[in-house]
């Protein structure tokens, strides 16, 4: 059974490289595994540091059994509005597993594997892998998060020097960076920078910053983009309702403008109406909206369910709107409970440093997009979180079993 968790394992591994074909998903394969697995040995057990994310889609989960149903058995969902539970299932079925993953060799591989994939569509067929420009800049980010992470162990950690691997490493990185440049996603951009000088250089502060910056945001929004929204209208999006508010100069200005004055005001307005438990699981992007409950209280989206990518482009007021405030505060609980797992039980490991940058990075590019949740890049995260964790119990196994002998 172990072979076949990891011959999924590697295959979804490397079916990450691209979004236009579902091979990524696979992974949830294991949860197969999982299930039997508690079965058979009739206990299940979730790691206290994951408890969080283990609420929150069981929240999830009983948000849309109660409000849209039917969403649970179609395609469109998961693959959209529902990505929470692909991208985030796999975590949990991989922290039930003992599992040995050689976790250096395969990160190398599959770093050669994706920049190669990636740069020779690119460069070669000017194809790119994903649907969306900033799925593909995100992913790249996370190609380079790795690649630091493996290059900060490599020269701080274990002072090992050997030039080949290290010009392997900076190939990889200077391409990496090249394609993100080229993918021309600023959000991503700004992500990798603020998780390299927060996981690196201010490593104590990072948490007070990331707190700070929602705070200036939520306040920006509440005191400045929401009144004017309401002055508006309440339209339900840029396109719907083109104005040269603000019109910033620029290229795709209308993007900072879409975000600062129609969707994240939208979103503030879903929780402001529903602040407890939000305007449903997966029901911001349904529209026109029909309400029905207490307004200011609690009040449920009941349009007819649409599946798409739109959303908030920012995961933490996307979160406010959907689940409200019980959703917000597990998603970030589950920011912070990550973060001390990797600082206290894989402290100064390669596993470590990998999964603490994707984090950061996945929690500085929820800002500007809906990243926590995009498969794109919650999946890797979620596989190489699930095998550092599997490698943890593994080695924790060991330990007792060499304190009985």
Not at 25 to 51: D, E, Q, V, W
Not at 217 to 223: D, N, T, Y
Not at 305 to 329: K, P, Q, R
């Amino acid at each position: 059974m172990k072979t076949f968790i990891r011959a999924i394992v590697y295959l979804s591994l490397l079916g990450t490289v691209t979004g236009k074909i579902p091979l990524s998903p696979m992974i949830n394969i294991t949860g197969f595994f999982a299930i039997l697995k508690i079965f058979l040995k009739r206990k299940f057990s979730i790691n206290k540091y994951l408890f969080p994310l283990f609420l929150l889609i069981v929240y999830c989960f009983l948000q849309t059994l109660l409000i849209t149903p039917s969403s649970l058995l179609k395609y469109g969902f998961y693959r959209y509005d529902g990505n929470l539970f692909p991208s985030y299932l796999p975590l949990l079925f991989l922290s039930m597993f003992q599992i040995r993953f050689n976790f250096n060799k395969i990160i190398t591989y599959y770093l050669i594997f994706a920049v190669v994939v990636i740069s020779s569509s690119i460069f070669l067929f000017s194809f790119s892998p994903f649907k969306a420009h900033n799925a593909l800049g995100g992913f790249i980010a996370e190609l380079i998060c790795i690649i630091l992470g493996v290059l900060y162990y490599e020269l701080k950690v274990k002072k090992r020097e050997n030039s080949v691997k290290m010009a392997i490493y900076l190939m990889l990185l200077i391409v990496s960076i090249v394609l993100l440049i080229k993918s021309d996603s600023r959000g991503s951009i700004i992500a990798v920078l603020f998780s390299i000088v927060f996981v690196f250089l201010f490593p104590k502060f990072r948490k007070l910053v990331f707190l700070l910056i929602f705070l200036i945001i939520f306040i920006f929004e509440l005191v400045v983009a929401y009144p004017i929204w309401i002055h508006m209208g309440e339209p339900y999006s840029f396109f719907a309702h083109k104005t040269n508010l603000l019109a910033i100069q620029g290229i795709r200005w209308w993007t900072i403008t879409a975000r600062l004055f129609y969707l994240w005001p939208r979103a503030l307005n879903d929780w402001l109406i529903s602040p407890l438990f939000g305007i449903g699981f997966s029901k911001y992007n349904d529209i026109p909206y029909q309400f029905y409950g207490i307004k200011h209280l609690l009040m449920i989206n009941l349009a007819p369910s649409v599946y798409n990518d739109f959303h908030a482009h920012n995961s933490y007021f996307h979160f406010l709107a959907e689940t409200g405030i019980v959703g917000f505060v597990l998603l970030i609980m589950i920011i912070l409970s990550l973060d001390r797992f990797l600082q206290e039980k894989l402290k100064n490991s390669l596993e470590a440093y990998i999964n603490m940058l994707l984090l950061w990075y996945l929690a500085f590019a929820s800002f500007t997009e809906h990243r926590f949740t995009t498969p794109s890049q919650a999946i890797p995260f979620s596989i190489l979180l699930g095998m550092a964790i599997s490698n943890y119990k593994y080695r924790l196994g060991l330990r007792k079993m060499e304190k009985l002998r």
